[in-house]
């Protein structure tokens, strides 16, 4: 059971995300930001976030801890794969598409005072 907390991307995460086209990304340790989109409210956003979606970030939260601390090695094996590979062949999103659809990930959201899910 991974705990997990939701935030919504602001700022330059925000202009990343949006600049890249993704609506969520993860955050080391155990975050995964939502980009809102403009005209939209973060807990109306939250109740259509796909369980897909945060099975795919959950496993590359779980990416990050493997490969070390704070996620920096991660980032760097994650972009080198993107070089080689191209997005669509990235061996790390490979793997967060195939769990996407793998209802055995169990995840538990605990940001529970910041807001209700
Ligand atoms: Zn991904």
Redesign the pocket.
């Given at each position: 059971m991974m705990k997990i907390r939701i935030k919504q991307a602001t700022g330059l995460d925000h202009a990343r995300m949006a600049t890249f086209g993704?609506w969520a990304?993860?955050e080391a340790p155990d975050t995964i930001l939502v980009r809102v989109p403009a005209g939209r409210d973060f807990r109306d956003t939250l109740k259509f976030l796909p369980a897909g979606i945060i099975r795919?970030?959950i496993?590359?939260l779980r990416q990050m801890q493997e490969l070390g601390i704070l996620g920096d090695s991660f980032h760097y094996a994650y972009w080198l794969e993107n070089i080689v590979h191209g997005y669509e062949g990235?061996k790390?999103?490979i793997e967060?598409?195939a769990a996407e659809t793998d209802t055995s990930i169990e995840y538990e959201i605990i940001n529970k005072g910041e807001f209700n899910v």
């Open positions: 993704f990304s993860a795919h970030e496993t590359h990235n790390y999103e967060a598409r």
